[in-house]
């Protein structure tokens, strides 16, 4: 096979709300089309075989690991990177984990935070087990999770003052 | 005090650092890309052990869209690296040594096309039998893997009037045990990688995360055969390393892909490659053998080390003797023998990893004073603290030490946890598990240690923008080293962090400061801005007098600029530091060099400063599955004031849970000198679901009185004592001990076996 002569296709998504048009291979990973094709490195890659957790998206409004997905899988998604958390300020989640200090190299960090997230989206009060499940596929080697524990007991706590508020 | 955000206070300070991490907007150097860039692979042996007997590119070279391929007929300078002895080829010529040894390189237009066209390259190899076992690696019969034979190295400590043998025949007591640590993996987050952008004067820049930029700038420079000046390495940030990034890994490849090709070059190792070439833990094999007298008084330690360092030399003589030194911990042992070997293998390389040989010795030691004190039927702690190391005693190969009651002060709060108290019967209405409690303690060197050069420098400076600019050769590695300086800062000069802008990571812009390693770089900044205060606040206050007609002694450093303090008045910004910057013709500038506080007696690698550890555990051991949790985890630490709770607290908690890992799961197993686990789903690390529902951190930041070295580095002390303490809570739980680590399920299921066949 001649390694120039690769079969492309075009695909058209959105990413971050933004119209996207590419023609790629069918095979070329969505980890690599946001990073090496769109510049979006803010979603990382550490194991490329699901299993951390770094590559971390949201397409289609669910969580998945974007180096297990391919261009042809991608016609017509939506996809929600780190960097659609703060187009205009930080996220209460972002915020969150700076007060906690849930990030060290922070290399796991977006991913960490699109999972938690996720878990959100879909679970306003989710139970510490929930917390525990959702954020088992995302691995940290710096922290030891005790921060990322103590930035989901923040925002818990926050997210809890907020609805108890709106309640009044 | 128990170290948490609330006792922290207005120190629990966000890193100055965390707003680019959380918005995914920082770039790592592994995440830039550059106009015209190529990217680069690299073709690894597909051999632990064999000879070359040619390498065919000719195809490779062909393919279109390929930009260059070298091998070693292509490396400008010396082909060979290694911080300390230069024995690792940069690409190999007539043997590969093991599994990730590098046999080529590619440069191409894009990912798919270097992958091509490193499977286009022909190696011809005749397969040689590869040594994988240490101790049989010393045999007179076994094959030399390097000229001199297959001993790196060798380190011995003797203490004692008596012989070692003549002294255990006055022992009432004696364990005898051999201990077996694993091969553990750095396993950070962002693999190697990087870029190299050759400039139009025949220099380089290199953006590649690595420990020390000033080293890869030495060993790039004898490689490529070009002056150290016109290589420039930016080395910051990095996404983990904890020892794995301090040797070149990538770098010697996209520099001389670059400066071949002229375009920028691009490696980002995938995991797989990530850990067959890369550095691991050393694994250990620990003969041990302690005895005391019928009291409980330590009287003999004969402790014999094989570490087994791999294929290349990296910092395995420094990490033995690192061994060899802690082989007695904070104990005062009357006759001791150790004797330590770093033997070469084909497996793969090992070399630093946070606790550098302190965590496998400190495993052994620490089960061994459990297992004595069990024999003697005396308390644990009650066996510690009759042997424990006193204020004033030297360390533990008898070299003068700065004094410290670190080790009884750890040890007199860990008892207090409320996890070793043991009121209730933790194993009431438990059916298929049960629970145990234990602890270890543990004393670790910082810094390099005697007879290895150990500088660092500093550079403080009023720069343009009216900021005091700090700079200094550390990394940032997640540890938190910014925030750290930015307090030392704010602190020293009563100034906003604002004011303050902070320089490090790369060789254009920095001074030597030595690698960010051997948890130095906290104590090496304090030291560094602690000697620079001075004369940078003459200069300054000198250049305000000068502008405001104030005598200097009135003012002082304070938030935005120069304040004026006159009796009876209130204080008042005088002149911001912008102001002051744009009236000065010569902008303050001070620097300074100074040395890591060594020992002075000479005994190679001996430490100076020691911080103290120690961990206390609660196991829940399942006897069905033969799986063990750590349900509670507390921390005494005492290593001096906190600088920075939010980075102390991480370094310990983070590692912890690798000390966990390293216990109970992690093992980067080999066969034949081949990798049996090729990624993250394979090898296990601990998952947020691994960890102990509960961890304490106390800090003890006292300091003997009259200490004047400051704050001790925490970035390793929190992985040592880890794995005995789960041991020991194992044998609570099971009354069994457990010599291997990681500790395998199957190991607790046999052991459980034996004894229900045995009631």
């Known amino acids: 096979m001649d390694a120039n002569k690769l079969i492309e296709k075009t695909t058209s998504f959105k990413v971050n709300g933004k119209q996207i048009e590419l023609t790629l291979p069918p095979t070329y990973r969505l980890v690599d089309i946001l990073r090496d094709s769109l510049s979006l490195t803010g979603t990382k890659v550490a194991c490329e075989v699901g299993r951390c957790g770094a590559c971390s998206v949201i397409m289609n409004g669910k969580l998945v690991n974007s180096c297990l997905i391919m261009a042809y899988q991608m016609e017509d998604a939506e996809i929600f990177t780190i960097e659609s958390l703060s187009e205009e300020r930080l996220h209460p989640i972002q915020e969150a984990f700076l007060q906690a200090g849930a990030l060290q190299c922070g290399y796991c960090t977006p991913g960490m935070i699109i999972a938690l997230k996720s878990l959100l989206d879909e679970e306003e009060q989710p139970s510490k087990e929930d917390v525990l499940t959702a954020l088992s596929g995302n691995l940290c080697r710096c922290t030891g999770y005790e921060g990322i524990l103590r930035a989901v007991d923040l925002l818990t706590k926050k997210r809890h003052e907020t609805i108890g508020e709106g309640k009044e | ?759």
């Open chain 2, 1 to 759: 005090m128990v170290l948490d955000i609330t006792s922290a206070g207005a120190r629990w300070k966000i890193r100055r650092d965390g707003e680019p991490k959380v918005t995914g907007r920082l770039k790592y150097l592994t995440d830039m890309s550059f106009p015209q860039m190529l990217y680069g692979t690299v073709l690894r042996s597909e051999h632990p052990h064999a000879k070359i007997e040619s390498i065919d590119t000719k195809e490779a070279e062909e393919l279109p869209g390929v930009a260059s391929v070298i091998t070693y007929r292509d490396v400008p300078g010396l082909n060979g690296f290694g911080i300390v002895i230069q024995d690792q080829p940069v690409l190999c010529e007539d043997k590969v040594r093991y599994v990730g040894d590098a046999v080529a390189a590619v440069a191409a237009e894009t990912k798919e096309i270097a992958q091509k066209a490193i499977s286009l390259i022909k190696v011809k190899y005749t397969p040689l039998q590869p040594v994988t076992d240490p101790e049989e690696a010393l045999r007179d019969t076994t094959i030399k893997l390097h000229k001199d034979g297959n001993l790196l190295h060798q380190a011995a400590f003797q203490k004692g009037e008596r012989q070692i043998e003549k002294s255990f025949k006055d022992c009432a007591f004696i364990v005898e045990e051999i201990y077996h640590t694993p091969r553990q993996m750095h396993a950070y987050m962002e693999t190697e990688g990087g870029v190299a952008v050759p400039g139009s004067d025949g220099g380089i820049t290199v953006y590649a995360p690595t420990q020390h930029g000033f080293k890869d700038q030495l060993q790039l420079s004898r490689i490529l055969s070009i002056p150290p000046e016109k290589i420039r390495i930016i080395s910051s940030p990095i996404g983990g390393s904890f020892g794995g990034k301090d040797e070149l890994n990538i770098q010697p490849y996209i520099t001389i892909l670059a400066l071949k090709t002229k375009r920028p070059v691009k490696i980002h190792q995938s995991r797989r490659v990530s850990i067959k070439a890369g550095l691991k833990r050393h694994p250990m094999k620990i003969y041990m053998k302690t005895g005391t007298d019928t009291g409980g008084k330590l009287l003999a330690h004969q402790v014999k080390i094989f570490a087994d360092t791999g294929a290349y030399a990296t910092l395995g003589p420094a990490v033995l003797d690192f061994a060899v030194e802690h082989s007695a911990g904070p104990y005062r042992i009357e006759n001791v023998d150790v004797k330590g070997y770093s033997i070469y293998t084909n497996n793969g390389v090992a070399g630093e990893f946070r606790g550098f040989g302190g965590n496998q010795i400190t495993f052994a030691l620490e089960t061994q004073i459990e297992r004595l004190a069990e024999k003697i039927g005396i308390s644990s702690t009650e066996f510690r603290m009759k042997n424990l190391r006193q204020t004033e005693d030297p360390g533990p190969v008898e070299q003068p030490i700065v004094p410290t009651d670190g080790a009884k002060a750890v040890l007199t709060e860990l008892i207090k946890s409320p996890i070793l108290q043991k009121k209730t019967d933790l194993n009431a209405g438990m059916d298929w598990k049960l629970k145990g409690r234990g602890y270890s303690i543990t004393m670790h060197g910082g810094g390099l240690g005697y007879g290895r050069p150990d500088p660092s420098g500093a550079r403080l400076s009023l720069n343009e923008e009216g900021k005091l600019e700090v700079s200094f050769g550390f990394e940032e590695c997640g540890q938190g080293l910014i925030s750290t300086i930015d307090m030392i800062m704010t602190e020293t000069f009563n100034c906003d962090t604002n004011d303050v802008e902070i320089t490090i990571g790369d060789t254009a812009k920095v001074p030597h400061s030595g690698s960010s390693t051997a948890s130095r770089a906290t104590n090496m900044v304090w030291l560094g801005v602690n000697k620079l205060k001075a004369p940078f606040i003459e200069k300054v206050l000198a250049g305000a007098e000068k502008q405001t007609n104030v005598s200097s002694e009135k003012l002082s450093l304070g938030k935005n600029g120069i304040w004026i303090y006159e009796e009876e008045k209130e204080e008042k910004l005088l002149l911001t530091y912008k102001e002051l910057a744009s009236s000065m013709d010569e902008l303050p500038s001070v620097t300074t060099s100074y040395h890591f506080p060594t020992t002075p007696q000479s005994i190679d690698g001996g430490h100076f400063l020691y911080t103290f550890a120690g961990v206390a555990v609660e196991v829940e051991v399942d006897l069905l599955t033969g799986r063990v949790a750590v349900t509670k985890m507390d921390h005494v630490i005492s290593a001096g004031p906190v600088v920075n709770p939010m980075g102390y607290l991480g370094q310990i908690e983070g590692g912890a849970n690798m000390g966990l890992g390293f216990t109970l799961m992690e093992d980067a197993a080999m066969e034949n000198g081949r990798y049996m686990t090729e990624n993250l789903d394979t090898y296990l690390i601990p998952t947020i679901l691994d960890i102990p529902k509960e961890t304490k951190v106390f800090a003890i930041e006292d300091l003997v009185s009259g200490d004047t070295y400051g704050p001790r580095g925490v970035g390793e002390i929190g992985t040592v004592a880890v794995a005995p303490a789960i041991v020991s809570a194992i044998h609570d739980a099971t009354g069994m001990w457990l010599n291997k680590l990681p500790i395998q399920a199957d190991t607790i299921l046999k052991a459980v076996e034996q004894k229900i066949l045995s009631r």
